[in-house]
């Protein structure tokens, strides 16, 4: 499996404010469409509640403590652990936030894409600091509001590449 986070995040490593987005910018929604469909999403029991249904085209991954917490159309867990547990439909799963999730999955990711937002917007929610876990990035794609990085564990990169055994 490989696990991938995808998130949108200012200079300041802001993602939310209120339980919503702070921002509103069309082309990185079609990017992380684009990028997470036919892939399962893992996401927090208040991402999902912001989002309001499951992402149609992904299978649905909602993390609770709350046992008796339910909703159509998603798979529930109540730990990490038990990700490894789920049939997945793809072997590329992605962590789709909120802050509390790509904290508790940081340390497992191989990959994670950031749409690097230039201008700075206010929130309450932050990404956890990331750059140590990575060797870098490198430039997916470019709009005029933001950038597209991939950050790599740099032995995803040497295994993808054959450099590895
Ligand atoms: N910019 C972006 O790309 C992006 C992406 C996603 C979300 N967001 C924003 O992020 C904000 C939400 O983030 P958040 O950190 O407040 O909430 P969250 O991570 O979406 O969800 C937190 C919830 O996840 C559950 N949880 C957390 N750790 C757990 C664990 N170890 N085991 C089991 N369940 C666990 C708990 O649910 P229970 O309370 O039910 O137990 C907790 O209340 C919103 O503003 C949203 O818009 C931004």
Not at 69 to 92: C, D, F, P, Y
Not at 103 to 113: K, V
Request: net charge negative; aromatic share 12%; hydrophobic share 35%.
């Amino acid at each position: 499996m490989t696990l991938a986070a995808i998130v949108a995040m200012t200079p300041e490593r802001i993602i939310g404010r209120d339980n919503s987005l702070p921002w509103h910018f069309p082309e990185d929604l079609k990017f992380f469409k684009r990028t997470t469909s036919g892939h399962p999403v893992v996401m927090g029991r208040k991402t999902f509640e912001s989002i309001g249904r499951p992402l149609p085209n992904r299978q649905n991954i909602v993390i609770t403590r709350d046992s008796s917490w339910s909703a159509e159309g998603v798979e529930t867990i109540h730990s990490k652990e038990e990700l490894a547990e789920i049939e997945l439909q793809n072997q590329r799963v992605f962590i789709i936030g909120g802050a509390e999730i790509y904290s508790l999955f940081l340390e497992d990711l191989n990959e994670l894409f950031v749409s690097w937002i230039y201008t700075s917007y206010e929130g309450n929610t932050t990404f956890p600091e990331f750059e140590n876990f990575f060797g870098g990035f490198t430039l997916v794609e470019s709009h005029p509001e933001f950038e597209v990085r991939l950050y790599a564990r740099p032995q995803t990169i040497c295994q993808e590449s054959g450099e590895q055994d």
